[in-house]
C-alpha cells in the first residue's frame, strides 16, 4: 500500500503540473475547472469535473445528483477549506481516486 501511496503522489503532483501548463482540451486531472490557483471553480465544474475523472479513474459514470458524488465533492471541499489551492486539491482527489480500491482492482 505505501508504494501505490508514493506513486499515486508522485503521478498526480506530475499530471496537476502538466495540466496546468496545457489547454484545456489536452488536460487530463484539471479537464473542466481552472487550472490555476487563481481562480475559483463553481459547483457545475467541480461535479463536471468529479465525474470526468471518476469515469476515467474507476471506470463509472455517476450524474450530478448521484450521492456517490457527495464524498469525491467533500473530499475536494475539504482540502480547499483547509486551505489547498483549487490545483492542490485536484491533486489530492487524484491521490484518493488511485489509492481507492475501485481504481486498483478494475
Do not use: I
Request: hydrophobic share 40%; net charge negative; glycine share 4%.
Amino acid at each position: 500500500q505505501k508504494f501505490l501511496d508514493d506513486a499515486a503522489r508522485s503521478v498526480c503532483r506530475a499530471r496537476v503540473a502538466l495540466d496546468q501548463d496545457s489547454p484545456a482540451d489536452d488536460r487530463v486531472l484539471l479537464r473542466f475547472v481552472p487550472a490555476t490557483a487563481d481562480e475559483q471553480a463553481t459547483p457545475a465544474q467541480v461535479d463536471a469535473n468529479l465525474q470526468h475523472l471518476l469515469r476515467r479513474f474507476h471506470q463509472r459514470r455517476v450524474r450530478r445528483e448521484d450521492p456517490e458524488l457527495v464524498g469525491w465533492r467533500f473530499q475536494f471541499e475539504a482540502t480547499r477549506f483547509g486551505g489547498a489551492t483549487g490545483p492542490e486539491a485536484w491533486e489530492a482527489v487524484c491521490v484518493a481516486l488511485m489509492t481507492h480500491p475501485d481504481f486498483y482492482t478494475y
